[in-house]
């Protein structure tokens, strides 16, 4: 019976652990075969696009971003449901950051690395709403400020090189509760998820990783 009862208590606790995981939605593999599949979008004016590699490290794949005086970025369009899974998770790394630069300005608007959550509101791109995720080389986490090129897209610091330069780190933030939080809108469902790392404005160089971003319920 001791017996019994112990094998129906690993039962019940692979069975929550399954279920979680089934509530996780991954969004990047970072493989050679996906990389190809990701739609690259080299901002307008940047003399050179970042340089994106694939590596693997003992927690799985992860993505390798070298900006030289470059801004482009790795965009997916996905659908996600935020009354399921409301949470993006991201696990990243600053090697080389941006040091001295005014990130909410113009002539510095660039950073390390930064995940941006995106909603389509209208027809073209330049009516989109996003969330900027960034892992700022100069600001404080909790900061947040809209974008000095357009005020539907918000930056927001997760995480901070001042506490984590060269380790790796692992955020979470409610993107639904975000987009009331910026836009105020009540959005159901993303639309699609970019990856950017530049260095165009400020001219300078930043090396980044990126590794297990997903969506979960909690």
Do not use: C
């Not at 017996?3 to 069975?15: A, H, R």
């Not at 799985?60 to 971003?65: C, D, M, P, Q, T």
């Not at 060269?166 to 105020?184: I, Y």
């Not at 260095?199 to 990783?209: F, Q, R, V």
Request: avoid cysteine.
């Amino acid at each position: 019976m001791h017996i019994k009862l112990i094998l129906q208590s690993i039962f019940i606790i692979l069975f929550l652990i399954n279920f979680s995981y089934a509530n996780n939605i991954n969004i990047f593999d970072f493989t050679l075969k996906e990389l190809d599949t990701l739609k690259v979008r080299k901002v307008r004016g940047a003399d050179n696009k970042t340089i994106y590699t694939v590596g693997t490290n003992e927690k799985g794949n992860y993505l390798k971003a070298e900006a030289n005086n470059a801004a482009s970025g790795l965009g997916k369009e996905i659908k996600i449901d935020l009354n399921k899974t409301p949470f993006i998770n991201i696990t990243w790394k600053i090697e080389k950051d941006l040091p001295g630069i005014k990130e909410d300005t113009k002539k510095n608007h660039d950073f390390a690395a930064r995940v941006f959550v995106i909603k389509k509101t209208g027809a073209t791109a330049l009516s989109n709403r996003a969330v900027n995720y960034v892992f700022s080389s100069n600001s404080s986490i909790g900061n947040n400020w809209p974008s000095p090129y357009t005020k539907k897209s918000i930056d927001n610091v997760l995480s901070t090189t001042k506490n984590n330069l060269n380790n790796w780190v692992t955020v979470k933030a409610n993107v639904k509760e975000d987009f009331k939080k910026f836009h105020d809108l009540d959005v159901k469902e993303l639309d699609g998820i970019a990856i950017m790392s530049d260095t165009d404005n400020s001219k300078l160089k930043a090396i980044a990783y990126y590794q297990n971003i997903y969506f979960s319920d909690k």
